[in-house]
């Protein structure tokens, strides 16, 4: 299944261009939020900061019409340069000596517009260059190359700001955007059949509500709604995760620690996703469930006795939200119609994603007044809500294979 993925070169050239921007956005993360830890000190202030940088996951509801309506070659490739020209302006300004953190939250900002409809991009794009038979396979490689790529770059960017510094990230990391601009700009879209193929901006935006009013309708009273909740609570408590990391890592040992545990995060929902495909035949309740696991791991790596101890713990405590998170990605494409997946994806983003900037703005003043260890394991809650809301809720404990799943399943 997963050759037959290979041999179509749009979907080689997105994988490509996917893991080229995540490659920059790992690059621009770690040193962003290490050196305003650096300057500041403070796990209030990483935490405000790095809640900019996760509010495309609060807008993107916002973009998600327009993803459906507008030409998505021109959004992919305008959203990479504009992140690459942002970008160069860290190294500018650490080079006339006015680096400061008032220009981290300057930049933050922009950084954030310009990524903000890359989060439902990847749900829209690849119905339009993959086959429904291989949507499992796309989505898994695709998982795979971007969590790879973080766990890489979220590691080797924490070891070169313990060597090199922050700012020598930044240039290298404007080159990230350009190439993914190139290779995103090769990339062959089907338009839907229901669309126009080049709307006016008049239409776009007189469909605008309609759309936005669609996506939710489309989601009102399905199961959809309670899977969202647990998504919900589950990243406030990764916001809260992402403000205290740079100082839990800075407690560990310094900067290569802080980018061991982001590599960690990384790799375990890598592991997760390269089980995605095997396990669309499990009951998709019990694999919610088994984030309970991956609570009780993260616990134990808060109160591991080394370091090492703790990455490890941490890496496992990811596993099973890789693997649901590919398959709820292949569900989606399986349930929603095609020309709607733009608007239901953002919908869906937006409500279980905005948790993730509150989060990590509240987890950086509790670590600052609780301490960043007990913060962390607090953290772990998570997950077990997670497992613990899909046991007492019949109707999500008994749903069924991903593979096997029909509309009617979850109330469409």
């Given amino acids: 299944m997963t050759d037959s993925v290979w041999r179509n070169r749009s979907f ?54 327009l993803v459906d309506r507008l030409p998505l070659k021109g959004v992919l490739v305008g959203a990479q340069l504009a992140q690459g020209v942002v970008v160069l302006a860290l190294p500018v300004a650490a080079a006339t000596g006015v680096l400061g953190v008032e220009v981290l939250f300057a930049v933050a900002p922009l950084l954030m517009l310009a990524s903000l409809a890359m989060a439902p991009m990847e749900t829209a794009v690849l119905p339009r260059i993959v086959e429904d038979g291989r949507l499992s396979a796309a989505n898994s490689a695709l998982a795979t190359v971007t969590l790879g790529l973080d766990m890489v770059f979220d ?70 709604v309670e899977l969202v909740l647990t998504t919900a609570v589950a990243n406030f408590t990764t ?33 997760g996703s390269l089980a995605g495909p095997y396990v669309e035949g499990v009951p998709f309740g019990r694999l919610l469930v088994a984030h309970g696991v991956g609570a009780a791991c993260w616990l134990a790596a808060v109160l591991a006795p080394s370091p090492a101890l703790t990455v490890a713990l941490f890496c496992l405590a990811w596993v099973p939200v890789g693997a649901s998170g590919v398959v709820s990605s292949t569900l989606n494409q399986r349930v929603f119609p095609t020309e709607a997946l733009g608007r239901v994806s953002a919908t869906k983003g937006t409500a279980s994603g905005a948790t993730l900037p509150l989060g990590s703005l509240l987890g950086g003043l509790l670590g600052d007044l609780a301490g960043v260890r007990a913060t962390m394991a607090l953290a772990a809650s998570g997950f077990a809500f997670t497992a613990a809301y899909v046991l007492l809720r019949p109707r999500l404990r008994r749903l069924p294979p991903v593979r096997d799943a029909e509309p009617s399943d979850f109330g469409l």
């Fill in 155 to 224: 590691a080797v960017g924490g070891a070169l700001v313990a060597t090199v510094g922050a700012t020598a990230l930044f240039l290298a990391d404007a080159g990230t955007f350009a190439l993914a601009a190139v290779l995103f700009a090769g990339v062959g879209l089907d338009a839907p059949e229901s669309r126009d193929e080049n709307p006016s901006v008049r239409q776009v935006l007189g469909s605008y509500r309609a759309d936005l009013r669609e996506g939710v309708e489309i989601l009102r009273g399905t199961v959809f």
């Fill in 239 to 271: 916001g809260v995760t992402l403000a205290v990391l740079p100082a839990f890592g800075a407690s560990l040992g310094g900067p290569l620690y802080y980018g061991l545990l982001l590599g960690a995060l990384g790799v375990g929902r890598l592991l």
């Fill in 12 to 65: 080689r050239r997105f994988f490509a261009g996917q893991f080229v921007t995540n490659a920059g956005d790992s690059l621009y993360t770690v040193a962003v939020l290490w050196l305003a830890f650096e300057l500041t000190g403070s796990t209030g202030v990483t935490g405000a900061l790095n809640a900019i940088l996760l509010l495309p996951w609060l807008l993107q509801i916002l973009a998600g019409p």
